[in-house]
């Protein structure tokens, strides 16, 4: 699964949010999970095949088997929404979302305190950046290390 798209946007933001009022005040903060993104992508998200990267995998065995499902052809978002639903927290990770053989959205979640996400349809930037409107554009450095193929453009 390789494919160089035209354009890709990217933007990051922090990964613990306050809460807003009228949310669960179980504490003052939370976690934005991969699978609270992968509900804000939205039918967007629903067709895609994604491949998964986990740093240090192997030592916790869930994100093993989570590496484990996307290798080869890849996983569905359904069924990767089930296997990291709804708390799992990674610490560095990728995820990469296809359509057939082409790069859609690459989400890339940095040491637990910030989300990239790097999309090829503009629409998906601005879903993401009106839940989450600190978002600003990645730097240069940070997209230089996201092991898929994009152009690394902000536009």
């Known amino acids: 699964m390789a494919s160089t798209p035209g354009a890709f946007q990217s933007i990051t933001f922090a990964a613990w949010r306050d809460r807003l ?17 992968l509900v ?16 240090d995998a192997r030592p916790v065995t869930g994100f093993a088997e989570i590496e484990k499902a996307s290798s080869g052809t890849g996983i569905g978002t359904l ?14 990770a990728d995820f990469a979302g296809y359509a057939g053989d082409e790069l859609k959205v690459v989400l890339r979640e940095f040491d637990s305190t910030s989300w990239d996400l790097c999309a090829a349809d503009a629409s998906v930037v601005r879903e993401i950046r009106r839940h989450f409107p600190d978002a600003v554009p990645t730097s240069e450095d940070v997209l230089q290390r996201i092991p898929w193929p994009t152009d690394r453009r902000e536009t």
């Open 79 to 92: 069924e990767l929404l089930a296997l990291v639903a709804p708390d799992l927290q990674f610490v560095d």
């Open 40 to 55: 804000r992508l939205g039918s967007f998200g629903l067709g895609l095949t994604w491949k998964v990267r986990i740093d």
């Open 21 to 37: 009022p009228g949310q669960d005040r179980a504490s003052d903060r939370y976690y934005v999970t991969l699978a609270e993104l």
